[in-house]
């Protein structure tokens, strides 16, 4: 019984291995988005995405540290992206990101 | 409704002074005291139980869940595609939902569904614009949309 | 006995809900360098992503309470923030893209919002 539980301890190290690896993978794709991508959309998408994909890694290293301390920057880095999207998403639709005059 | 959940409350908090216990677990005991009777004396008080909304919604929420598993699926069957082919379009869909709450609610659905993606809304609410990725089965998309999403906005908010 | 048998099941659930949320997260990413015009990147945006790091979240949630038997609503509460604020984004960013005029890929030009706009210029 305990060699099955350093079995799937190895296991949980090796998926956590690969996770970090993918995620990495996924950010060079990204980031190539972001220096080719044609238009502004388009790297607008790609930052956004890029703050999920912070997210997923702090979560690993939240794994690999065994630390709950990280829990708050998971939240804090989404709610950070998710005002950066929509402060990028209305420049580009206006120009301006505050807009005075409001008809 | 509000009226019903204000009568629950305070049943859950005469329970925890009745048992002279002030924890959690005595506010949750006389919570569910208190659906019990509204649930009896449902008779006595105005409008239908409340749970039944509660219900419905936990109903839209599994209905999300589930659309949201079904479009990841067909994305990412299109990804892995050797040659992917598409014929994207954008097309109009009447709305029949009035205020801003539900049209927001709606627009969040018909993105995480599958092959459809909300861009904007007319600017009298009467029409939503939808981008979609097989252009040829819109009239499917419509119904499918009008059937299950519309209606269980209705059936929670009205 | 019964408490490593609840690790192990444990460990595995853990290491599967992470593995599937970074095959979700790297075919959104995937999606966004193949697809060929911004609204169809939209789509591998905002729906493979959402779904992958909840998956990720999920998996944390569970290894935290096995490890040190925390109950952490901050994690389940960045999984709700992020089921209702992804679709919002990606709203966003398609009407900006197309009132800054990035003219969608589309099959025999099926385009009802700018006709929809084309008129509205024309009546004001």
Not at chain 3, 84 to 101: C, N
Request: contains cysteine; proline residues 3%; hydrophobic residues 55%.
């Amino acid at each position: 019984m305990t060699d099955a539980l350093a079995i799937s301890e190895r296991i949980l190290d090796i998926s956590i291995l690969i996770s970090i690896v993918g995620i990495s993978l996924s950010l060079i794709l990204l980031v190539y988005r972001i220096i080719k991508g044609p238009t502004n959309p388009d790297r607008a998408v790609a930052l956004d995405a890029i703050g999920v994909n912070l997210m997923g890694v702090v979560a690993l290293v939240a794994i690999v540290l065994i630390s709950s301390k990280l829990n708050d920057v998971v939240l804090l880095i989404g709610i950070l992206s998710f005002l950066g999207t929509l402060a990028v998403a209305k420049y580009l639709e206006a120009g301006v990101i505050i807009d005075r005059d409001r008809d | 409704m509000a009226f019903q959940i204000v009568i629950n409350l305070i049943i859950a908090c005469m329970w925890m002074f009745l048992n002279e216990s002030y924890t959690f677990a005595s506010f949750v005991a006389g919570y569910l005291w208190g659906i019990l009777l509204l649930f009896l004396l449902n008779r006595f008080i105005p409008d239908t139980f409340y749970l039944r909304r509660v219900g419905k919604v936990i109903k839209l929420i599994f209905l999300f869940i589930r659309e949201l598993v079904l479009s990841n699926i067909e994305i990412v069957k299109l990804v892995y595609k050797r040659q992917p082919q598409f014929e994207p379009g954008i097309f109009m869909l009447p709305l029949d939902l009035k205020s801003n709450w539900e049209i927001t609610l709606l627009a969040n659905l018909i993105t995480l569904t599958p092959g459809t993606l909300s861009v904007a809304i007319a600017h009298d609410n009467s029409h939503i614009f939808i981008h979609a990725m097989h252009i040829d089965d819109i009239d499917e998309s419509i119904r499918s949309i009008k059937d299950t999403f519309e209606k269980a906005i209705m059936e929670v908010t009205r | 006995m019964i408490e490593t048998g609840i690790d192990i099941t444990l460990n595995i659930s853990v290491s599967l809900f992470i593995l599937i949320g970074t095959f979700f997260v790297l075919s959104s990413s995937l999606g966004i360098a193949r697809f060929p015009d911004i609204y169809t990147r939209l789509h591998a945006a905002t729906k493979a992503s959402t779904l992958g790091i909840s998956s990720m979240l999920i998996g944390t949630f569970l290894f935290l309470y096995a490890e040190h038997d925390i109950v952490s609503g901050k994690l389940l509460l960045a999984i709700v923030f992020i089921l209702l604020t992804a679709p919002v984004s990606g709203h966003m960013i398609s009407r900006a893209a197309h009132k800054s005029g990035v003219k969608p890929v589309t099959a025999n030009r099926s385009d009802a919002y700018e006709d929809a706009l084309q008129k509205h210029r024309k009546n004001s």
